[in-house]
């Protein structure tokens, strides 16, 4: 009887040690939901053969649609690049020193929502795009990207958090003083953004924002064109993450006719 209660509390413990386990990986599905993104996230950038250094870091990007085309923001982008030099628009892959390098061009462009899709010859794993019409406030979110840049090497950094709102590009100021050009057009245009629970960095723009579970892109991190919007008003800008709606994604790969 010793003997067989022995077995039975071994057998117990075992069972659920393995609900246990089985229990946190499914309130924190991000670990491996990481795993699997993480070749998709790519750095936006230069290379200029005689430069020093040669590769130049601007932001971040990630990898959609059969592998060959790259998300990032239009601001990223070069304003001009060097044909006296040979510099190219790149993007790069990798992990720590391991870094590849893609000659890339601009398939298509959003100015008025500051994204831009490229193209690379060689495909990487792409992420899969998600919808508007999932997405709502209080839901949990992730970005990847490089807000070091590639200073220490190719090292994505992963932030976690939650759609705080989802509010108007640009909101109606107080006084007719505030009020740019840029506002403007960004209050004829009737596009939302998600308002963000976590704290992107300059080197964050491009990022992917995705659900933590199943990987897929609702958004895409970017601070300059909607503080430019939404806080111009303030002396100080906050700290505040904004993130573009994936489906402007969506429309951009349409327009590049995929």
Request: proline share 6%.
């Amino acid at each position: 009887m010793t003997k067989f209660m022995s077995g039975l509390e071994g057998w117990i413990l075992a069972a659920l040690l393995v609900f246990t386990t089985n229990l946190a990986m499914a309130q924190n599905p991000l670990p491996d939901t990481l795993e699997k993104v993480r070749p998709s996230i790519v750095a936006i950038g230069t290379f200029d053969p005689t430069g020093r250094p040669r590769n130049v870091f601007r932001g971040s990007g990630f990898v959609v649609g059969n592998g060959h085309q790259v998300v990032t923001n239009y601001h990223v982008l070069p304003k001009k690049l060097s044909a006296k030099s040979k510099e190219t628009l790149a993007v790069f892959s990798g992990r720590g020193n391991r870094v590849r390098y893609h000659e890339a061009r601009v398939l298509a462009k959003d100015v008025a929502n500051d994204l831009a899709l490229l193209y690379i010859s060689t495909p990487l794993p792409a992420m899969s795009l998600g919808s508007a019409s999932e997405v709502r406030e209080g839901d949990e979110i992730a970005f990847t990207g490089f807000p070091l840049g590639m200073v220490l090497g190719l090292y994505p950094v992963t932030h976690r958090g939650i759609v705080s709102a989802i509010t108007p590009m640009a909101q109606p100021q107080v006084s007719a003083k505030v009020i740019t050009a840029q506002m403007i057009r960004a209050m004829r245009n009737a596009s939302n953004v998600l308002q963000l629970d976590a704290t992107a960095y300059p080197g964050n723009s491009g990022s992917a924002v995705y659900d933590p579970a199943t990987g897929r892109v609702v958004g895409v991190i970017n601070s300059v064109l909607v503080k430019g919007n939404k806080e111009a008003a303030i002396q100080k800008p906050s700290g505040i993450t904004y993130a573009i709606d994936v489906q402007h994604v969506h429309q951009l790969l349409k327009e590049a006719g995929n």
